[in-house]
């Protein structure tokens, strides 16, 4: 199937740094690319969708402003946390969909301290 | 609108027993139903898809699932399983002919015990 890879796996930072996470579309384009965040024990929450060359649609109660998303290529989409908190501690997922299958990232366990 | 709820979030079997896994779902249109696993730390990979062909869906792993309209069910099964097989799954379903955004159930932690 499709490969989407997502970087880094695992970050920790210090509380009010920024972190940017990325995701690309290994073998295919990708003009959309939605970003997840999971909590422990809990599903998949869509914070957003990517929309290469244009801005990204938010889901309700996401701040635009703390989670920066950019698409810049077809193959690239990137999620920034900007000055984390510890609460924003997490695993955040990217997915790619193609021929109406979402193909997933490993994930970036964000750890701030 | 469309759901899927996932029955148990906690399900606990011997290794060669019999798996399965409940989810029900709710849409408005003619659904896309699907199963993920999730292993610790790692993204989603998706174990099989139902796509309005045959209702007895067959995935990897040797997972199958079957997609009954009049029960709105699309349970997961395995008949003997394995330790590998622990794990997170999730039911997603989207819309057939619109977005294809998956909306996830709650998932269930399958614990295999030796």
């Known amino acids: 199937g499709a490969v989407v890879s997502q970087h880094p796996s695992r970050v920790i930072c210090k509380s009010g740094t920024s972190v940017k996470i990325e995701c690309r579309s290994l073998?295919?384009?990708?003009?959309?690319m939605f970003w997840y965040r999971q909590f422990p024990k809990k599903s998949l929450m869509l914070m957003a969708t990517s929309n290469e060359g244009s801005k990204a649609t938010y889901e309700q109660g996401v701040e635009k402003d703390k989670f920066l998303i950019n698409h810049a290529s077809l193959t690239l989409s990137t999620l920034t946390v900007t000055s984390a908190h510890p609460e924003d501690s997490s695993f955040y997922i990217c997915?790619?969909?193609?021929?109406?299958?979402?193909?997933f990232g490993q994930g970036t366990r964000l750890t701030v301290v | 609108a469309q759901s899927v709820t996932q029955l148990g979030s906690h399900v606990s079997v011997s290794e060669g027993a019999l798996v399965l896994l409940r989810c029900n779902y709710s849409?408005?249109?003619?659904?896309?139903l699907f199963w993920y696993v999730q292993y610790p730390n790692q993204g989603l990979q998706l174990l099989l898809k139902y796509t309005s062909a045959a209702t007895l869906v067959k995935g990897i792993n040797g997972f199958e699932a079957e997609f009954k309209k009049s029960e709105t069910s699309f349970h997961l099964t395995k008949p003997s399983a394995h330790m590998s097989d622990a794990a997170e799954y999730f039911c997603a379903v989207s819309k057939s002919g619109g977005s294809y955004i998956p909306t996830f159930g709650r998932g269930t932690s399958l614990i295999v015990h030796p």
């Open positions: 997915s790619a969909p193609i021929d109406r299958l979402a193909f």
């Open positions: 073998d295919f384009q990708a003009t959309t």
């Open positions: 849409s408005s249109v003619p659904p896309y």
